[in-house]
């Protein structure tokens, strides 16, 4: 559902999360790689002046940041328990051999990996709960509590047993996790305990966050809140403790540097054709005239206009004939920061209505609020596709899900410059009363998806203003209902 995966982020910026799946292994044959393709079509109002003339490829790029996240291990609260005194003794045993080792088998990235796994825990426990009727939520809330402190204590015990034979450094990683697994059990405790009505099991959840809360403020200070300031540093702590603790789950994306190797080819056939001619020119005016004539001189001149202008026009009817092989631009996905794992490439190009696959043009025509859009339709259609590769499947997706999240944000305040900061009027049936309304542009959004032999198609209306984004509001066609979209 797209309220689900397309939301804004602040006034100006719109925020588009979608998990990608990937097939599970079947047998001992090594998967190699894996890909999937999104496009994006994004109907512009004509009064909002985005096109292909006002608002080039280059700058839509600017505007435009794409992230790719690799997803933690999924384990219920109870299994991951039942899990953690290996996990932590494995751990204990790379940091008591001091350990310096950053990829996959060292202490640091186990350790990233064993809090991430009890964040991803704690979401899907809190999930299942507030699905559960009242009955039984009070056994699933004792529960919580209870597998929740034990996962804690053991991590504690660890922690206390190594500042005895820890370096400093490692010493200082073990709080930094004990002070994420602080922070998101009182995150997703505080949820539950919002949406859940007070109960025996309520009352006991509470008396642990509370005593989880005073265990932050007299051991990790500097992600506390106080109500007496800005909390600016506090919010700046918990944003680098989360980036440090995900790290190993980004991958880095990079700008590819200079052409491909298809454009260059292009360019030096296009260059090719028109020496050609040029040269051609050049030999039949010789023969006619000869080698030092006047007639030659202003011959080879003319063929050496035609030349430049013949490159250019074949260089850009060969771009426009390849281009779906031509990325505009191209990117390297790095893991680790220095490992070369994929590549995504993007494309943008301004299409007409006729250039529109078959289902998105239907689709298109269905969700118009005024039937008489289907008559009158004044609107600039950008059209965004990135694709992207990733390679070595096997390796990057071990000790984790066989799954992306691929998140892209997208800055709108270029769209907001011509929009009107007017309000209009709407006069009543009362004579001296006149109501205002202000003016607002509708941007339509329809994105598909295509994971594997898998595609679809969902949809989303923005709304915006002359301040920024008002809201974002999923889109059904006739006869769909939110339960069949969900």
Known sequence: MPGDTIKASGKRCIEIKQRIFFPQKVGTKPLRSENYHIETWLFFPSSLQINRWTFPPQAFQQNLKNYIRLRPPTLSLRKLSVSVPKTLGTIERLITEQSKDTSAQGFEYRLKMFCLTFKRAL???????????????????????????????????????????????????????????????????????????????????????????????????????????????????????????????????????????????????????????????????????????????????????????MKEGFRARLFSTFRRWLPDRQQIIYKNLRSPVGKCNESFVFVGERQLPDDVRTMRRKVHILDIQNYYLSEDILHYSKHVHLRGGDQMFSAVNRSVMDITRLDITPFLKYTDELLNELPTLDDEQVLYGEKVYHINLIRRVTDGKESFLERARIIINSAGIKRIEPVFTAGESESEEG
């Open 123 to 309: 979401h899907v426990e809190v999930r299942y709960i507030g699905k559960l009727s009242e009955d039984k939520q009070e056994q699933a809330l004792l529960s919580f509590a209870a597998t929740a402190e034990d996962i804690l204590n053991n991590y504690r015990r660890m922690r206390i047993k190594m500042s005895k034979v820890a370096e400093v450094n490692a010493l200082r990683i073990i709080d930094y996790g004990d002070e994420f697994l602080s922070l998101m059990l009182t995150h997703y405790g505080r949820k539950l305990l919002n949406d859940l009505s007070p109960s025996p099991g309520y009352d006991t959840l509470r008396i642990f966050w509370r005593e989880q809360m005073l265990y932050r403020k007299a051991n990790h200070p500097g992600t506390f809140p106080s109500p007496n300031s800005d909390n600016e540093l506090v919010i700046y702590h918990v944003n680098t403790l989360k980036k440090y603790i995900s790290s190993p789950m980004y991958l880095d994306i990079r700008r590819k540097k200079g052409e491909t190797f298809l454009a260059h080819t292009i360019a030096g056939i296009a260059a090719a054709i028109a020496m050609i001619f040029a040269t051609a020119v050049a030999f039949i005016w010789q023969g006619k005239y000869g080698a030092l004539s006047f007639q030659l001189f202003l011959a080879m001149v003319i063929g050496y206009i035609f030349k430049d202008r």
